[in-house]
């Protein structure tokens, strides 16, 4: 068998012009052209700026300027987010500040130079996608192209003699070609194949998944809600979603009241376990809140436990838990014994081992010993394990050994003022401390069940019991879904685009000068690569079982006497040869090894 290599390279056999149609793109991607410029008018500028903004080149450098867009939106306080932290920055930079302002950085995701990147991100895509799926869905349409005139020129070509009849070897050519999946047929006298085609699909697929992944998270950032409720466990008022139920509470842009899903809950019971000892020791094991909750105005009764990273869904909303801590039951009274204020009061952990401190606020119904009415206002820090010789921080974050320092004072709590302030805060501008009987500030650790007694007869204030709350996280956020199948299609399709190759394969069969026919067989791929010749070989050997290699003629012929010093046709054996070998497939130069 004959051995034919090619030097040219890919982009040269496309334009080759023996190769015909055969060299024509095996995608569709677009083709690279030397930029001009546009002719003068609108209409030429207009069409100039298209083909740049739907340049494979321009889409990717609007991904990067996405990316690099985004950063800011990690490493800056955004108002959207946390208006305190936007706050500090404020005061702490008051330089940047105003720069920041103008830059748009406090609200990078809905500024006008990233929503500028984002649609021309979007149109590129969409002007890139269109015709190359136009273009595909045109090839898929039509049929291979015809074998070009020589096929020598290609990178993997083999050929052979044999006695077997030329219709015949195409027919048997036609038959394994299609039971290989190639798309083929009969064209002259030829036949025609091309494999691959899902390399293509793969590649469309990734840009179509790309269009739908950003038009999921543009819809999910305009429609999202997002808020935070305490609980505490037994509190049979529980949580109903409603906006004025919240603690905190932001949402996008086209957000309406209306889309929030109607239902409400109540947290029966939070069970937290934590490792005991070791190098682990407060570790938390288990972390788990026992729900009762319902759907609409007249749904039923369900329950239902939320763990960490397993939320509860509930229609569209998705109820997270994301922090737990204690809530002392504090029971105050007044000098004549009458209980004032009865509640569980949330504290804010400090540390890993939920060292919590808050404040007890009476602001109606306490009067004092003379009978004045007054506000009370009561620092509490929690130890929920105290071991003496620790004052200041809890040793395990499990309620082993409770301990409740209390510090009251009485006066104006500055509620009223209209300025607002936290529940976890106290205002003593307008706030007097009590005295104990040796002249100091009145502070005393209580444990559960014990009672401090304000002095003069001003009334007392007991810590009953330790009950624990937990915070949850309501979200709501549509084009998740969506979001989470363009990403997977973008996946396989990317993996589509780059395992797979889309080749073509020609098998000629004609009779020769001397009636026996000359089968030649050549394949192409879309760049050089050592599967094509690998398969063009593969083909060939089950080929040449079925048309096999027919003796060549003499050497000592008067024939082969007189063109002894002719330079030997590429289609036709080496002349030392009396048998046609085995098919064998060498790839042109430049071919990936």
């Not at 002259?188 to 899902?198: I, P, S, T």
């Not at 109540?266 to 938390?284: I, M, Q, V």
């Not at 010993?369 to 809890?394: M, R």
């Not at 027919?550 to 054996?573: C, L, N, R, Y």
Request: charged content about 20%; overall charge negative; proline content about 6%.
């Amino acid at each position: 068998m004959s051995k034919t290599t090619s030097t040219d390279t890919a982009p040269e056999r496309a334009e080759d012009p023996d190769l015909g149609a055969a060299g024509s793109q095996l995608s569709t991607a677009p083709r690279e052209e030397l930029a001009s410029l546009p002719g003068l008018g609108v209409i030429g500028w207009a069409r100039w700026f298209w083909r740049q903004l739907t340049s494979m080149r321009v889409a990717l450098l609007l991904l990067l300027l996405l990316s690099l867009g985004a950063i800011p939106g990690s490493l800056i306080p955004q108002s959207g987010i946390d208006e305190t932290k936007v706050a500090d920055f404020r005061k702490a930079h008051s330089f940047l500040a105003p720069v920041y302002d103008k830059l748009g950085l406090f609200h990078v995701y809905s500024s006008v130079w990233f929503s500028a990147i984002y649609i021309l991100l979007f149109v590129s895509l969409i002007g890139c996608i269109i015709p190359r799926t136009w273009q595909f869905i045109g090839q898929l349409r039509g049929r291979p192209p015809g074998a070009p005139k020589r096929l020598t020129r290609l990178p993997a070509y083999t050929t052979w003699r044999t006695e077997t009849e030329p219709e015949q070897v195409r027919e048997a050519a036609l038959a394994l070609l299609t039971k290989r999946r190639f798309r083929a047929h009969l064209a002259g006298d030829a036949v025609a194949a091309e494999k691959g085609y899902l390399r293509e699909v793969g590649n469309l697929a990734f840009h179509i998944a790309l269009i739908v992944m950003l038009i999921a998270f543009a819809w999910g950032q305009l429609f999202k809600s997002e808020g935070n409720k305490l609980v505490v466990e037994g509190d049979g008022d529980g949580f109903s979603n409603t906006l004025i139920s919240y603690d905190d509470f932001k949402s996008g842009n086209l957000f309406n009241s209306d889309d929030l899903v109607p239902f409400s809950f109540t947290l029966d019971k939070f069970t937290g376990t934590y490792e005991a000892s070791g190098p682990n020791k407060g570790t938390p094991r288990t972390y788990q809140a026992a729900l009762t909750y319902s759907q609409g105005a007249y749904g039923k009764d369900k329950k239902d436990l939320v763990k960490v990273n397993e939320p509860l869904e509930i229609g569209d909303a998705k109820i997270y838990l994301t922090a737990h801590g204690y809530a002392p039951v504090i029971t105050v009274r007044d000098g004549k014994g009458n209980v004032v204020y009865r509640d569980a009061v949330p504290l804010l952990p400090l540390d890993s081992n939920v060292t919590s401190t808050g404040v007890v606020k009476v602001l109606d119904g306490y009067k004092n010993a003379k009978g004045v009415s007054e506000q009370l206002g009561i620092s509490a820090f929690l130890l929920p394990t105290y071991t003496p010789g620790s004052e200041t921080a809890s040793t395990f974050p499990a309620l082993r050994n409770p301990v409740l320092n209390l510090t009251p004072y009485h006066g104006d709590l500055g509620v009223n003022s209209g300025i607002p302030q936290s529940v976890y805060q106290l205002d003593k501008t307008h706030v007097k401390e009590f005295k104990d009987s040796k002249g100091a500030q009145l502070r005393d650790n209580l444990r559960p069940g014990q009672t401090m007694k304000l002095p003069n007869g001003a009334g007392s204030i007991t810590y009953e019991t330790t009950k624990q709350w937990a915070n949850f996280q309501v979200v709501q956020q549509p084009g998740t879904t969506w979001a989470l199948g363009g990403a997977l299609v973008a996946i396989f399709g990317l993996a589509g685009s780059l395992f797979i190759q889309r080749r073509r394969v020609w098998v000629r069969a004609v009779k020769g000068a001397d009636g026996v026919t000359v089968v030649e067989m050549a394949g192409l791929g879309r760049s050089e690569s050592a599967k094509v010749p690998e398969e063009l070989g593969d083909l060939a050997g089950i080929l040449w079982d079925q048309a096999p290699g027919a003796t060549e003629p003499d050497e000592h012929s008067d024939d082969s006497d007189s063109d002894s010093d002719a330079e030997p046709d590429a289609g036709s054996p080496d002349q030392d040869d009396t048998t046609t070998p085995d098919p064998e497939v060498v790839p042109a130069e430049g071919a990936e090894k």
